[in-house]
Structure formats: C-alpha cells, structure tokens
Nanobody, 124 residues
Framework: QVQLVESGGGLVQAGGSLRLSCAASGRTFSAYTMGWFRQAPGKEREFVAGISWSGRSTSYTDSKKGRYTISRDNAKNTVYLQMSSLKPEDSAVYYC?????????????????WGQGTQGTVTS
C-alpha cells in the first residue's frame, strides 16, 4: 500500500517561504515521477510542479517558475517543494502525488497515489 505523508505547511507572511516535504512508503519511490498539486477553496486541484524519477528533469506551471523548486532525495524516499516570494493567492492545500510512470506528468488523473495534503496560508 502506497503512503504519502506531507509536512511543512503553515502560516507565513507575504514574501516569505515555506518548504514542504512528502515522505513516501509502500513502493519503489525512486522508480516514478512525483508531483505537487494544490487546491484553493472553491477551485479545482491544479498542478504545481513535477520531478522525474531520477530528479534530473522538472516541470512547473509558468506562474511558479522562479518561485518554486521541486527536488527529491531517493535515498530518503522524500520529495520537497521549496516555495519563496509567497503571495496570498498561493494559499491552498498542497498535495503530494506519485505517478505510475517515469514520464513527467501534469494532469491529476495521471497520478494514482495521493497524500492527505498540508495547508499553506499566506497573509498579506
């Protein structure tokens, strides 16, 4: 059984930073693409960033480039999302997800495994 557990969310002022972590267990973590998504109240869940199984390739939505950095440590079965220059509109529940593929994927339906999410709130 695949388990993904996010941590690192919290309350931060605009312009600040948060570092999210996602610890994975139950399958060969290093074999698959991992992704971060977020969902704000009343909005659909959206792709934030993805990282290939090796960590050599990453993908971001245009609005996140330069402010968000995804990384992974396969020895620790953990994927990270470093967020900086945060804005109030970045407030959301952030979800970690694991794909069943080595390809960089961006759609929610392409990720069969999900964590419970961690709340990130940015105040103005």
């Amino acid at each position: 059984q695949v388990q993904l557990v996010e941590s690192g969310g919290g309350l931060v002022q605009a312009g600040g930073s948060l570092r999210l972590s996602c610890a994975a267990s139950g399958r060969t973590f290093s074999a698959y693409t991992m992704g971060w998504f977020r969902q704000a109240p009343g909005k659909e869940r959206e792709f934030v960033a993805g990282i290939s199984w090796s960590g050599r390739s990453t993908s971001y939505t245009d609005s996140k480039k330069g402010r968000y950095t995804i990384s992974r440590d396969n020895a620790k079965n953990t994927v990270y999302l470093q967020m900086s220059s945060l804005k109030p509109e970045d407030s959301a529940v952030y979800y970690c997800a694991s794909s069943a593929s080595k390809a960089l994927l961006t759609a929610t339906f392409e990720y069969p495994y999900w964590g419970q999410g961690t709340q990130g709130t940015v105040t103005s």
